[in-house]
């Protein structure tokens, strides 16, 4: 048997993979569909996108605070945001633990990961600045104490006076983009008064990578 199989060589003696010197870095290497050895970034790895999806009506919210899904025995859940926060910022909002399960809207992440891109379409009636507000709130087992969100980020858009208009959304300078396995993913949403209030709907990805 050959004394210089691959596994009986030194350090000194292995050579790194094909192009390895011509790579980006933070990239991996793998077979693509073509049978060939390619490099590809880390983040289209390992990817996980989470949807939150909504809307709320002019009846829904008469005010500029922010509002929460509603409850998940309400009949529009848990797509309807009519619950009023009583609070302009995200980080000053009440949650009680049980009000993250029993929202099916809030969606539990599964794995360490962390937040890339925020992709996605919103629509209103109205032409008032409408802030969407994607946030963490991490729970602790047997523990009933009340919790704060943390800001992954807001998109504030100009609402174009048409529900036929939609509004791209594509966020990449995440606020805080770090998730721990057992977060709960929560969406708030918010229109500056300026005059009659509006109907918005929106339907974003969160994209979320775990290298």
Same mark, same amino acid.
């Given at each position: 048997?050959?004394?210089?199989?691959?596994?009986?060589?030194?350090?000194?003696?292995?050579?790194?993979?094909?192009? =390895?010197?011509?790579?980006? +870095?933070?990239?991996?290497?793998?077979?693509?569909?073509?049978?060939? /050895?390619?490099?590809?970034?880390?983040?289209?790895?390992?990817?996980?996108?989470?949807?939150?999806?909504?809307?709320?009506?002019?009846?829904?919210?008469?005010?500029?605070? &922010?509002?929460?899904?509603?409850?998940?025995?309400?009949?529009?859940?848990?797509n309807q945001y009519n619950i009023d926060t009583s609070q302009t910022e995200v980080t000053n909002i009440v949650i009680q633990p049980a009000n993250l399960i029993t929202r099916s809207a809030n969606i539990v992440v599964d794995q360490?990961?962390? @937040?890339?891109?925020?992709?996605?379409?919103?629509?209103?009636?109205?032409?008032?600045?409408?802030?969407?507000?994607?946030?963490?709130?991490?729970?602790?087992?047997?523990?009933?104490?009340? /919790?704060?969100? @943390?800001?992954?980020?807001?998109?504030? @858009?100009?609402?174009?006076?048409?529900?036929?208009?939609?509004?791209?959304? +594509?966020?990449?300078?995440?606020?805080?983009?770090?998730?721990?396995?057992?977060?709960? /993913?929560?969406? =708030?949403?918010?229109?500056?008064?300026?005059?009659?209030?509006?109907? @918005? &709907?929106?339907?974003?990805?969160?994209?979320?990578?775990?290298?």
């Open positions: 048997m050959a004394n210089n199989e691959h596994k009986n060589l030194s350090n000194a003696n292995l050579h790194v993979p094909k192009d =390895f010197s011509t790579a980006g +870095n933070s990239t991996t290497l793998t077979k693509n569909s073509s049978g060939n /050895l390619s490099w590809i970034s880390n983040t289209s790895l390992g990817k996980q996108r989470y949807n939150i999806a909504g809307y709320s009506l002019t009846s829904d919210h008469s005010n500029s605070n &922010y509002h929460r899904a509603a409850h998940m025995t309400d009949g529009q859940s848990p360490d990961s962390t @937040v890339y891109k925020i992709y996605g379409w919103l629509n209103s009636t109205g032409t008032n600045s409408v802030t969407l507000a994607i946030a963490k709130v991490t729970p602790e087992e047997n523990n009933a104490g009340n /919790l704060n969100p @943390v800001v992954i980020d807001e998109i504030t @858009v100009e609402g174009l006076g048409s529900s036929q208009k939609l509004i791209q959304i +594509n966020e990449t300078t995440i606020t805080s983009a770090s998730l721990t396995a057992g977060d709960y /993913l929560i969406a =708030f949403i918010k229109e500056t008064a300026e005059g009659e209030m509006s109907n @918005v &709907y929106w339907q974003v990805q969160i994209c979320t990578t775990t290298y």
